[in-house]
């Protein structure tokens, strides 16, 4: 078999030339989801790249192209699926070959199909299984779906699930295959392999802050009675309503311009005065006393309603900050800007 130009191309290089081969705004888009020392090696190994021929290009383009097909194949219906039709595709040999080079790379999730059911149809599945089985699933799960859970759980057990989510760090493939085997008879499983890193603070921050605030609250009260040193851990990383405070003037003035009249009046009807000073202080005099003549007229309100406006504002913090246009001050000396 003639001897493919690329071979002798380590992994580091073919992805170097790959981001050549893309250019600068799609490489820029994969920087972004890359941690900082991978960004370092590849921009070092960028700039360490001279001259490639075409014939070399196009290989990796296409070897990139191949794995992204299989992996997108695994997601759909497990290995041994994506193996058949890159068989069908490319060739025993070939298709050996591509899911050689993705198993010593490739995160495939478990519970991958879970992640595609609807919440309400699964927690009809785990509702009664044991917490520990709960939190590993929810675990896997996107935030949405963690949060739709877990706010249906008994009031009793979600603390309990929360606490086990944030205390989990690694779990053996053993557990997590007896895990799906619960699910196995209603729904397909896929194939893990190695230990996998799940859980930890950062997914119970994520959900807790896209449950609704009673579910937040009674979760975090809970936690602070039981286990205080991981309920100050996880309120550290947690953003709510009235941490509003910790913004400056200009990112509140940023705020606001992304925020509805109406839901800054429903949101303020139980906040505090710091709270309320803080917001009033940063909108025009003939606005600010709009919004509190508002306030006045619309009387009695549902608590429900106030915390989903207040929940409105909030996602409106959350997504400035992701997009850099706003600075949380958490009080740690990463949030500090020169």
Do not use: W
């Amino acid at each position: 078999m003639a001897k493919s130009s690329e071979e002798g191309i380590g992994g580091i290089q073919k992805a170097a030339i790959l981001l050549i081969a893309l250019g600068p705004e799609k490489s820029a888009q994969i920087f972004k989801h890359l941690k900082e020392e991978e960004i370092e090696e590849l921009t070092l190994e960028i700039a360490n790249t001279r001259s490639v021929t075409p014939q070399v290009k196009e290989e990796i383009i296409e070897e990139f192209y191949q794995i992204c097909l299989a992996q997108q194949y695994i997601a759909e219906g497990g290995i041994t699926y994506a193996k058949e039709l890159l068989e069908k595709a490319l060739g025993n040999e070939k298709a050996m070959s591509v899911i050689g080079k993705l198993t010593a790379s490739l995160q495939v999730k478990p519970f991958e199909f879970v992640r595609k059911t609807d919440a309400a149809q699964l927690l009809n599945f785990i509702q009664d299984e044991h917490p520990q089985t709960i939190a590993l699933i929810l675990s896997y799960l996107s935030p949405q779906q963690s949060a739709l859970i877990i706010s249906a759980l008994p009031p009793e057990r979600q603390a309990d699930v929360a606490r086990r989510i944030a205390v989990m760090d690694r779990t053996s493939p053993d557990v997590v295959k007896e895990v799906e085997k619960v699910l196995e008879s209603k729904l397909s499983s896929l194939v893990n392999q190695d230990y996998t890193i799940i859980g930890g603070v950062d997914a119970v921050v994520d959900i807790l802050n896209t449950v609704d605030r009673s579910t937040e609250k009674r979760i975090m009260e809970t936690l602070e009675v039981d286990e205080p040193e991981l309920a100050d851990e996880i309120r550290k990383k947690m953003f709510v309503f009235e941490d509003i405070l910790l913004l400056d003037d200009r990112a509140i003035q940023r705020v606001l311009r992304d925020v509805d009249n109406n839901d800054l009046g429903l949101a303020l009807k139980s906040a505090n005065e710091q709270v309320q000073s803080a917001i009033f202080n940063n909108l025009s005099k003939r606005l600010a006393v709009m919004i509190k003549e508002d306030m006045e007229f619309m009387g009695p309100v549902r608590m429900k309603d106030v915390e989903e406006a207040q929940q409105k504002i909030v996602s409106v913090i959350r997504k400035l900050e992701e997009m850099g246009e706003i600075v949380i001050s958490r009080g740690g000396g990463d949030e500090i800007v020169v």
